[in-house]
Nanobody
Framework: QVQLVESGGELVQAGGSLRLSCAAS????????MGWFRQAPGKEREFVAG????????NYEDSVNGRFTISRDNAKNTVYLQMNGLKVEDTAVYYC?????????????????WGQGTQVTVSS
């Protein structure tokens, strides 16, 4: 079992930056592929970014590529999402998720564990 707890979401003005954190329980964090997803009101949950077990491979949704950076610290059992150049359309609840297999990183249903989410609101 893996428990995930996100933090760092808040209200920020457009153009600003935030860093989200996701702390994982357990001693096998480095065995999991980690992903960040987001869900805006009335919309489906969508992939934002993913990172492989050792951080050697990352993947980003097109609209955040170049603005967001995913990273992980396996010694701290934590994955991060650095968000720069925030836009109003980035407003959503952001979730981190974990799974063992690298395949289908962008597919929410492929993830085994989810956090409770953290709200990011970007004002104009």
């Amino acid at each position: 079992q893996v428990q995930l707890v996100e933090s760092g979401g808040e209200l920020v003005q457009a153009g600003g930056s935030l860093r989200l954190s996701c702390a994982a329980s357990g001693r096998t964090f480095s065995s999991y592929v980690m992903g960040w997803f987001r869900q805006a009101p009335g919309k489906e949950r969508e992939f934002v970014a993913g990172i492989s077990w050792n951080g050697g491979s990352t993947n980003y949704e097109d609209s955040v590529n170049g603005r967001f950076t995913i990273s992980r610290d396996n010694a701290k059992n934590t994955v991060y999402l650095q968000m720069n150049g925030l836009k109003v359309e980035d407003t959503a609840v952001y979730y981190c998720a974990a799974k063992r297999r690298l395949l289908s990183m962008v597919v929410p249903a492929s993830y085994e564990y989810w956090g409770q989410g953290t709200q990011v609101t970007v004002s104009s």
